[in-house]
């Protein structure tokens, strides 16, 4: 009597699912079957077979008692009775030779949303299909509801019980019919979003070590012709002939810069002109790099990379700074004095991660000063920096590090010296007499010696967008030993003693829009922070401080030209009085500079 049931309740199903599809195609609302009466005995659950059961949750077509008491709503298909319970659904394709007019994909304006529950491969019911509308749907076949069925004119023959009883999937089946009846949306993201200070304050970068390894070609190039007055500048000669006079228009730089750049390799060359001191025509940055560019995007440097050749020196901000959107006419005098010049021959390594940037140099320690000299030692300086560089908000931009160089520095011995005689005509008459002949004793060569030096600096900057344009506020801190280079040269060796230097420099500029702006800097440096001086008999400490503050004023056209000037008021104790105090030399100083771009 359990089979008979069972038979005659997939025959109900059957009869149901035939009217519901002619009903679906005509448009028209499928009348209710009655419930047919159940004869026999029921059996006990027990003996009911296990795929006769469906899952919780999950109900049979409507009019139909499905054996454990559970109804489905009405319009719900159901299985095919005709296969077997461990066969597979049969595909849309191979139950409708002809194609479904009926079944239309989603319009671009339209989305489908599919419920699956998870059923077993040999369950007899299953959840079908949702249209947009929330009603449940055949698949293959859109609900009468949407925008498609809507606009289609169907032949009630056109769908079939094949047809209609191929929704019955499992869940696999199911999820794959979903896939090929949606369109792929195509991935959407948001914009990013484009910070202010890219654009109005992009010609005075505080972020030089994010700059990027370029691909493909690249040039670039400007002139800096410039007018000086000092108040230094005489009408007269040095020894040897060199002029005092200091008013003069020169050309401070004129470079030209050719960059080639490929994913994992680059190379650059850079050239110098300068009529400053004398005409000269030098290397400014000649270097190889291998790179490796990770997920960093193209306008930030690569991962990692190791360049060889004429590098930049990774030292501060000053030092790393690029004399084309450096907005004061030079380096301050510390800078100047610790690193004579920005380059040196050797290697680096550098790049970026997330915000964090770092630089490491290898190089020979010799300062540029005209040709590239031999390296008298062979110890080499490290010199590095630490930091990180980022856009806090759209309009608030930090950057930060902390800098090092170690080295040793060279102290040239002298030479063997014979004995010699001198003449000094004291009576001026011309004639040489015993008592004018001085004997000089000759001496023997010294060695050359090594001698330790270092350097640190910290370095902070900030830029943001004020109501005039944008703002930039950084500054640096220095501490040295041994490592002036270029103002008082240390050398322990001759003097004994280990020479201490400390400076800095804190500076403000503010673009007036875009076509004009404004800066100062104050900076200070101490070449000698032990030095001692003997004044009537006693030693007391002496100050060699310079300070030096320097306003700007300008006029730009955004990277392409500015014409601006500098006046440089320094404070310093170079000079001395009538009664021999030092005191403060007069050498301030006016620079008129115009700076054009290729």
């Known amino acids: 009597m359990y089979f008979k049931s069972q038979a005659l309740l997939r025959a109900a199903a059957l009869a149901h699912v035939l009217l519901l599809g002619s009903s679906v195609a005509n448009g028209q609302t499928p009348p209710q079957s009655p419930t047919p009466p159940a004869t026999g005995p029921t059996p006990p659950p027990s003996a009911q077979p296990p795929s006769a059961q469906p899952p919780s949750g999950v109900t049979a077509p409507s009019g139909v008692t499905a054996p454990s008491g559970v109804t489905a709503p009405s319009g719900s298909p159901a299985p095919d009775a005709q296969r077997p319970v461990n066969e597979p659904a049969q595909s849309p394709a191979a139950s409708d030779p002809e194609p479904n007019p009926t079944s239309q994909e989603p319009t671009s304006g339209e989305t489908s949303n599919h419920t699956s529950l998870e059923v077993e491969a040999n369950a007899d019911f299953a959840v079908p299909a949702t249209s947009p509308s929330g009603s449940p749907t055949a698949a293959g076949v859109p609900s009468p509801t949407t925008p498609a069925a809507e606009e289609s004119k169907t032949p009630p023959s056109s769908t079939t019980a094949g047809s209609v009883a191929t929704g019955v999937r499992t869940q696999a089946s199911a999820a794959s019919a979903n896939a090929n009846s949606v369109p792929a949306q195509p991935a959407t993201s948001a914009a990013p979003k484009s910070s202010a200070l890219s654009n109005l304050g992009a010609q005075f970068d505080l972020r030089p070590y994010s700059r990027p390894v370029i691909r493909g070609f690249g040039y ?4 800096q012709a410039q007018y000086v007055s000092s108040q230094l500048s005489e009408d007269q000669l040095l020894q040897g002939g060199s002029p005092l006079n200091r008013d003069q228009f020169s050309v401070r730089s004129a470079r030209l810069r050719l960059e080639q750049g490929y994913e994992y390799t680059a190379y650059g060359l850079e050239l110098d002109a300068s009529t400053t001191r004398n005409p000269i025509l ?12 990770g997920t960093n995007p193209d306008d930030t440097p690569p991962l990692i990379a190791l360049s ?5 020196l990774p030292f501060g901000f000053e030092v790393a700074e690029l004399a084309r959107t450096r907005i004061f006419m030079e380096r301050t005098i510390a800078s100047s004095a610790l690193f004579p010049t920005q380059n040196d021959v050797g290697l680096r390594l550098f790049g970026a991660w997330k915000f964090a940037r770092y630089a490491f140099a290898l190089v020979n320690g010799e300062p540029f000063n005209g040709s590239w000299p031999s390296d008298p030692n062979a110890a080499k300086d490290l010199i590095g920096r630490l930091g990180g560089e980022g856009f806090v908000t759209d309009d608030f931009a930090l950057t930060g590090g902390a800098s090092f160089a170690f080295g040793k520095g060279f102290h040239a011995g002298r030479p063997a010296v014979k004995d010699s005689l001198f003449w000094r005509d004291d009576n001026q008459d011309g004639i040489a007499t015993s008592a004018e002949i001085v004997g000089i004793t000759g001496s023997s060569a010294s060695l050359s010696n090594n001698f330790d030096r270092f350097a640190l600096a910290i370095d902070l900057g900030v830029q943001f967008i004020s109501p005039l344009g944008s703002s930039r506020l950084y500054g640096e801190a220095y501490v040295a030993k041994n490592h002036d280079r270029g103002l008082v040269i240390s050398s322990p060796v001759a003097t004994g003693i280990d020479v201490r230097q400390w400076g800095g420099y804190v500076a403000f500029s503010q673009d007036i829009t875009e076509y004009g702006f404004v800066a100062f800097r104050a900076d200070l440096y101490n070449p000698n922070a032990d030095v001692f001086e003997q004044r009537r008999g006693d030693f007391s400490p002496a100050n060699q401080r ?35 105090v030092p005191t403060d030399a007069k050498n301030d100083q006016l620079t008129v500079r115009l700076q054009v771009e290729l």
């Not at 670039?220 to 002139?223: D, I, L, R």
């Not at 060889?308 to 930049?312: I, N």
């Not at 700007?552 to 009538?578: C, H, I, N, S, T």
């Open 546 to 580: 310079i300070v030096t503050l320097s306003p700007v004023v300008g006029l730009a056209l955004p990277r392409r030209a500015r014409l601006f000037a500098q006046y440089d008021f320094v404070d310093d104790y170079l000079a001395r009085d009538e009664i021999g």
């Open 282 to 293: 030098s290397i400014r940055r000649a270097e190889a790099t291998l790179l490796y560019r």
């Open 220 to 223: 670039g190039g400007f002139v």
């Open 308 to 312: 060889a050749g004429v590098v930049d």
